[in-house]
DNA sequence: TATCTTCTGGAATAGTCGTTCTAGTTTTTG
DNA sequence: CAAAAACTAGAACGACTATTCCAGAAGATA
């Protein structure tokens, strides 16, 4: 029922497919594809998507020309990849559980991800429990930026946080800042921060959605 | 160059297409729209084609089977319709000027629109200058909803503002509370509401773009 | 009234399209 | 090794498709 299972061929098959609707707006013929695979028949073409279709990557209307149909439609969305609670282990979906679609025009969605943020430590920064914080990856940033940090600790699985970052040269350390009042900032010497501590991304926006009345 | 100088055969050809490249994923042959608007000839559907063509609606690939291509993506964004700012006349784009583009796994689409805040009057509720709100319309809310509502007076146009709804049936008013204690509640009688005033819409959720650091 | 644009139907054509068949090679499997 | 599965090429067929030409009707223009 995936990718996985189907041949060098065939994956190349299906991505040109993916790519000429994306840029074209209709499926291929199939003589197109196999000019563009350097196939010489169209039977041996339709043998192909045969085999694809019988995968459940495609579905086909017969007779039709240009009757290919994606079964499942490209994810243009970015993905859910987990929730980020301060101090706690990132909880990594591995695969995107879901994801929230916000259009090209206003984000780079290409490699962005969301993370579900839960409690209160950027509260001040007006961002709550139950936001998504869109995070676009980087592993540098600038004083100021909210990021998203990871402790990498020896024989354990690091944990994450969700803090503004500032370099404070002055004092030759990192520090962390919540914008919450009620916690303190996290203070990290230099040496240890190259050692430990690894800047996953950036937040670039914020989306809530308001189920009901608070 | 637009969909008002075409005729009504044209723009009822124009709408299939388009619903049509919709549901199956991709344009319809030549045929198929004879079919569905009860033309017999497939040279009097060339014939709107072509006028479609020369209006700039649609560009085609000559030859090819199903060659259409709409000129103008389908907007499948929520529009941007305007700036909402507390208490001022609401400043509407009668043409989206642009539009934020939420997916409709967590929103329904239809027919919601975005509006950019401008001011603090919401900013305990963690609504900032700047953010987009999504409306969905409604002419009714339930207490503590964040709506936008408008206060009709004859002779201007009527101004508008997002706030906490609440029905005070003990007072018999309605109280629209901002969520920033600087501010102080609207107290409207409710015979005043009801003649004066009307809701457009509810907040839905909330998107916000981080440029840089704040 | 005469003229132009827009709209409609029918027929024909050259090429495109999906599909099927035969026949062969290569790779994998048992 | 033998059998099965996967892959490749070529050719051919009937249906589908875009396009063009002809001819006429309806309405607006002047």
Redesign the pocket.
Known sequence: MSLEQA?E??RRMYDFIVNYMKSEGMPP????IGRELN???????????T?LEKKGLIS?Q??????IKLTKQVQEGIPVMGIIAAGEPLDIFSDASSSINIGSDMIETENTYALVVRGRSMIEDHICDGDYVVIKPQSTCQNGDIVVAVHMQEGASGSSTLKRFFQEKEHNRVRLQPANSELDPIMIPKSVWDREWQIQGKVVAIFRQCIAAA
């Open positions: 041949s061929i065939q013929t199939n003589r197109e196939i010489a028949s169209t039977g041996h073409v339709d043998y192909h998507l085999m086909r017969a007779k039709k020309s240009r009757g």
